[in-house]
């Protein structure tokens, strides 16, 4: 909901979209949006295409659209509380949410136990999702937390680096292709620390392909001095930057402006159940699925 960091002038500013209280999420109002703020999402981040995938040898259909699901479905995991399961103080202070997904449950195969563990340390907050299932199934688990390094305004102007040379193509619905694009000498060339533009596209929505270098991306506001730093296990970054938040009553939502925040989805290749050359994104009993994320702050 909030994340409170020190700007170049000490003050705190907190660089995080959300609701003004935790009840406004449960609300149709928000619930109707899919704006997923700060949301867990799963049990597949991203689209799926064909109305489902084979696993198996066994076609599995899954809740859709015209053939796509987008975030796990309707009525999925950030749809729903979860229970605490353990918390600690202490130098990193620490929460662990879990929840138990059924077979069935949009489409899904096998019953999921699920744990979300939130750790503060010096200067990052840690994220890690495991699971277990007891049936083969897929897996691909996000968090889906908006950023604004100023606390206001637009994301625009800021700087943005990327480590990834290839971007998934997608097609009008955003569903890959299957093909790689080599991002150098195109408009999606963030290799180098280049400002954020909107002028003339909608922003991004983009699946970039990470190189294997512990840094996998950073933002840096200049009027507040706050550079953020983006480490994850995993292979793809979604990178989304809506134009508004339309009509949805967001914290301080008067002051923000056109392309107001951006996410950083660390997750496994969208649509990889429909695609054998991307990173498999099957589970099978007795093994633990792990997504690590961390979000660094500094100041510059």
């Known amino acids: 909901m909030r994340l409170e960091v020190p700007n170049r002038h000490g003050n705190l500013t907190d660089v ?25 999402i799963g049990r597949y981040a991203g689209r799926i295409s064909k109305g489902g995938f084979h696993l198996n040898n066994q ?19 950030d749809k729903i509380l979860w229970d605490v399961e353990d918390q600690g103080g202490g130098a990193h202070p620490f929460v662990i949410f879990s929840i138990e997904d059924k077979a069935g449950s949009n489409g899904y195969p096998g019953n999921i136990k699920l744990k979300a563990k939130y750790e503060l340390t010096e ?14 199934t897929v897996l691909n688990v996000t968090n889906h937390v908006y ?18 040379n290839h971007v998934l193509q997608v097609d009008e619905r955003l569903v890959p292709t299957g093909k790689l694009i080599d991002v150098h000498h195109t408009p999606l060339d963030y290799t180098t620390e280049i400002p954020l533009h909107f002028e003339g596209h909608y922003g991004l929505d983009t699946p970039f392909v990470l190189e294997a270098e512990k840094l996998k991306a950073s933002l840096y506001n200049a009027e507040s001095g706050i550079q953020m ?14 134009q508004d938040f339309s009509e949805l009553k967001v914290r301080n939502h008067e002051t923000f402006n056109r ?42």
């Not at 200067?123 to 083969?136: G, H, L, V």
């Open 59 to 77: 076609f599995i259909s899954i809740t859709n659209h015209e053939g796509v699901q987008l975030h796990g479905g309707v009525n999925s995991i």
């Open 123 to 136: 200067n990052a907050i840690k994220i890690t999702y495991t699971a277990k299932t007891d049936a083969p």
């Open 259 to 300: 392309f107001p925040a951006i996410c950083f989805e660390c997750q496994n290749f969208p649509d990889a159940p429909n695609h054998p050359h991307f990173p498999s994104s099957v589970l099978l009993p007795g093994e633990t699925y792990r997504n690590e994320i961390a979000y660094q702050f500094d100041v510059k």
């Open 147 to 164: 950023f604004n390094l100023k606390g206001r305004g637009s994301t625009e102007g800021n700087e943005l680096y990327i480590n990834a």
């Open 16 to 40: 995080v979209i959300g609701m003004p209280t935790a009840e406004d999420y449960t609300k149709a109002t928000y619930q109707n949006y899919n704006f997923y703020l700060g949301a867990t």
């Open 229 to 242: 730093k983006v480490f994850t296990n995993q292979p793809a970054l979604v990178v989304f930057t809506p």
